[in-house]
């Protein structure tokens, strides 16, 4: 008998093209979900969702109208049971360069779209008593981190988001929980190591060690470990798991 309370559910997630997206939609789905991904290149969703018998939509999230044709079209596939919202984008500068442009373009994926994406999809769990809404914030929603005032305000604030929503959604058999990696194996990862690299004309192995330096496993996370946290939030017993901040960071930040 399948007892696994993914099977036959339909889940959304944002950003699953690649990295961590990519991870979790495969993970979802070898738990028997039919998992919708969606982001902006559709080579890389194409090929996710071609790999998973599931479906990529194309939606640029920083566009709000984009955003809501890109719910229309999931809603037409049916109920979504599972929103990861997943696709984020980090970018550092120091604050008198954190112009307002880097700001509302940090906040609006990171931050917005995860609220619209609940907004949207919430109701229809609650009606059918069951669902899992997990963002995939970062530990820089739990403290600080130098040059990245946008991007720790826009994970605070989906931190915050879930925080509050499990108290309006307690009683609803719906759960609400954040997962906050240190950093991950990705590209976004890469893209930082060459920042680092190019800012202080370091080379890539030492870059590589600043960021791993700031774990005491001494160690990027894999994506695979935040799909398992994921997957893991989406079980029966993990029902009372609900408006919490599950952080995948080594050590580093202990709570
Ligand atoms: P990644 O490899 O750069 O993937 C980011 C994903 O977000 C891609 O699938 C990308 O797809 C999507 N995305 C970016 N801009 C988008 C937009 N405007 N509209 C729709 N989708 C967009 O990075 P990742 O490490 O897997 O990051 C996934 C999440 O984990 C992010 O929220 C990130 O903040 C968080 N996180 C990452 C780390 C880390 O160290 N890697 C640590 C903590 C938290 P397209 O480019 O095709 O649009």
Redesign the pocket.
Known sequence: MDTDPLHGRLALV?????????AIARRLAARGAKVVV????QA??AEVAAAIDGVAVV????DRAATDAMVATVRALGRVDVLVN?????ESAPLADTDDAMWDRIME??ATAPFRLTRAFVPAMVAAGWGRVIT?????GLTGYGYTAAYCAA?HAAVGMTRALAVDLGRTGVTVNAV?????A????E??IARIAAKTGRDTASATAALTGMSPQRR?IE?AEVAHAVAMLCGHDARGIHGQTIVLDGGQVLK
């Open positions: 944002t950003g699953g093209g690649r990295g961590i997206g990519a969606t982001g902006r290149s890389e969703l939606a640029d999230l920083a997943n696709a984020g984008i980090a994926l990171n995939i914030a970062s530990n820089a994970k906050c990696p240190g950093w991950v990705t590209r976004m990862a893209e930082a990027l994506p």
